[in-house]
C-alpha cells in the first residue's frame, strides 16, 4: 500500500533580468522563478507542480506548500487519487492556514501546486496528459470535482452540468481536430517593456513569419512612448493585424481611460490589467468608457468568486485564467464553466515558468469538454525557458500542438533543476560572487 512521504520543494530562480525578458510598467527587474514541487511516495512515484514567481517569492511560496504537508504524509495514495476533489477541498477548508487569507493568495497558491501535482501523479498512472484524461471524465465526475459555494447564485449544480452535458456530443472528432490542428496561440515574446526598438521590430517580424496572428505589447509608461511602439509593430505587422496591450495593473481608473483614448487611434485589440485587479467596478467602469475596446483580466485574480463577480459587473471581454494562481485544476474548471455560463472567452495567460506547459491543458479541456469552441480564443506563448521541461510547449504555425506525454505539464529535467536551484546551483554561484 503506498503512502505519500514528503512535499519536497526546490527554489529554482533563472537570471531573467539581465535580460530584461518579462519586463513591463510594474515589474521591472523579474527573475522567472518556481516553487516546484515534487509529491513523493513510498512506491517511487511522483507528481510534479509548481508556482509562478518572479524572484523572492519562492522564499514564502515554498513554506507555504510544505505547510501543507500533515494533509499527505502518510497517507494511502490510492485512496487520495480516487477522491482528489475531497483533498483539494480539505487543504482549502484548513481552518488554521485559511485564516491567513481566505481562499487566496500565497496559501492559495500552494494548495493549487498540490492539487496540481496529485493530477501529475493520476495522469502518470493513467498514462494520459492531464487534458485527455479530464476531457474524458463524465459530467458527472468533472462537476464534482468543483466547489460551487459562493457561485450557485448564478450557476447552480444542475446549470454547470448542463453546460458539460451539451458538450458531450463532438468530444471524440474535437479530441481528433486538436491533435491534428492544435490550438489557437498569440505571443508576447516581443512585447516586453525593456526591449530596444530594434530587437522589438526583429521579434515582430519573426512572430508573423512563425504564423502567429496576434501579439501583444507592453504598455504602461509615458503614453506617448506607449504609442510610438504601437506605431512601429503597425508598421511591420500592418492595420488589420491583432495587437493586444498589458498594463500590468499600472493606472487608476482616469489613467486607464485617457491612456487607451491616446492608445485607440492604433486600434488596441484589448487592454489588459488595465487597473488593480481586485477592484472589479473599476474594471466595469473602464470597459464602459473604453468601449468597444475590449478589457481582459484574470492573471492576478485570486479565485472563482473574483471571477464571477467580473462576469456577473460585466467587467471583462475576455477571461483570463492562470494555471498556477488559484486552487489548481478544480478552481480553474470552476472558472471556465462561469465563462462559458456568461458565454465570455478565456483565453489564458501563461509565459514565465512553466505557465505555457500547464495551462494549455486548461485551454484544451474547455474546447474539447466545455464551450466546444476555439472562437477568440488564444493561449498566450513567450518563447523563454521551455528547454528545462520534460515535454516543453511545442508551437506550429502560431498554434499550441496538444502535449502527449502523460502528467500535466510541469515536469522539469533533473539537470535544469539542480542548475538553477536558489543560491547554489551553478548559474547562481556564478552570479553572487
Not at 13 to 28: E, H, I, K, V, Y
Not at 86 to 101: F, K, N, T, V, Y
Not at 198 to 203: D, S, V, Y
Not at 257 to 269: K, R, T
Request: hydrophobic share 40%; glycine share 8%.
Amino acid at each position: 500500500m503506498p503512502t505519500f512521504t514528503s512535499l519536497d520543494v526546490t527554489d529554482v530562480r533563472f537570471p531573467t533580468s539581465r535580460t530584461l525578458d518579462g519586463s513591463d510598467a510594474m515589474n521591472q527587474d523579474p527573475d522567472y522563478s518556481a516553487a516546484y514541487l515534487d509529491l513523493r511516495t513510498s512506491s517511487g512515484e511522483s507528481g510534479a507542480s509548481l508556482v509562478f514567481t518572479i524572484g523572492r517569492g519562492n522564499d514564502v511560496q515554498g513554506e507555504a506548500i510544505r505547510a501543507l504537508s500533515h494533509h499527505l504524509v502518510g497517507r494511502d495514495v490510492d485512496e487520495v487519487l480516487a477522491g482528489i476533489g475531497r483533498a483539494g477541498a480539505a487543504m482549502i477548508e484548513d481552518s488554521q492556514l485559511r485564516w491567513l487569507g481566505p481562499e487566496k493568495g500565497v496559501m492559495q497558491m500552494a494548495i493549487g501546486a498540490v492539487v496540481n501535482a496529485l493530477w501529475d501523479l493520476r495522469c502518470m498512472r493513467e498514462g494520459k496528459p492531464l487534458w485527455l484524461l479530464l476531457a474524458e471524465l463524465s459530467p458527472e465526475e468533472l462537476v464534482e470535482l468543483v466547489d460551487l459555494r459562493y457561485l450557485e447564485d448564478v450557476m447552480t449544480r444542475e446549470e454547470a452540468l448542463e453546460i458539460l452535458e451539451r458538450s458531450v456530443p463532438g468530444r471524440a472528432e474535437r479530441i481528433a481536430r486538436l491533435r491534428e490542428e492544435g490550438y489557437p496561440a498569440y505571443t508576447t515574446t516581443p512585447g516586453w517593456l525593456g526591449y530596444t526598438d530594434e530587437k522589438m521590430e526583429r521579434l515582430l517580424r519573426e512572430a508573423r513569419d512563425e504564423g502567429f496572428d496576434m501579439v501583444k505589447l507592453k504598455v504602461g509608461g509615458d503614453p506617448a512612448d506607449d504609442l510610438r511602439r504601437f506605431g512601429i509593430a503597425r508598421k511591420v505587422l500592418g492595420e488589420d493585424f491583432p495587437i493586444a496591450a498589458d498594463a500590468n495593473q499600472r493606472w487608476g481608473v482616469a489613467e486607464a481611460v485617457a491612456a487607451m483614448e491616446a492608445l485607440a487611434p492604433a486600434s488596441p485589440y484589448w487592454i489588459e490589467e488595465p487597473t488593480s485587479p481586485d477592484d472589479v467596478l473599476a474594471h466595469a467602469e473602464i470597459r464602459r468608457r473604453i468601449a468597444p475596446i475590449r478589457v481582459a483580466t484574470g492573471e492576478h485574480v485570486h479565485n472563482r468568486v473574483m471571477f464571477k463577480q467580473l462576469l456577473q459587473a460585466q467587467a471583462v471581454d475576455v477571461v483570463q485564467i492562470d494555471a498556477t494562481r488559484v486552487g489548481g485544476v478544480h478552481e480553474n474548471l470552476a472558472i471556465l464553466l462561469l465563462a462559458a455560463r456568461f458565454d465570455v472567452p478565456v483565453c489564458p495567460h501563461a509565459g514565465g515558468v512553466g505557465l505555457c506547459e500547464m495551462v494549455q491543458h486548461l485551454a484544451m479541456l474547455d474546447y474539447v469538454a466545455i464551450s466546444g469552441t476555439v472562437q477568440d480564443r488564444r493561449i498566450e506563448y513567450v518563447d523563454h525557458l521551455h528547454e528545462h521541461f520534460v515535454e516543453p510547449a511545442i508551437i506550429e504555425a502560431g498554434r499550441y500542438r496538444a502535449p502527449e506525454l502523460p502528467g500535466a505539464g510541469a515536469r522539469m529535467l533533473p539537470d535544469s533543476l539542480s542548475t538553477h536551484r536558489f543560491p547554489d546551483g551553478p548559474v547562481w554561484r556564478g552570479l553572487l560572487r
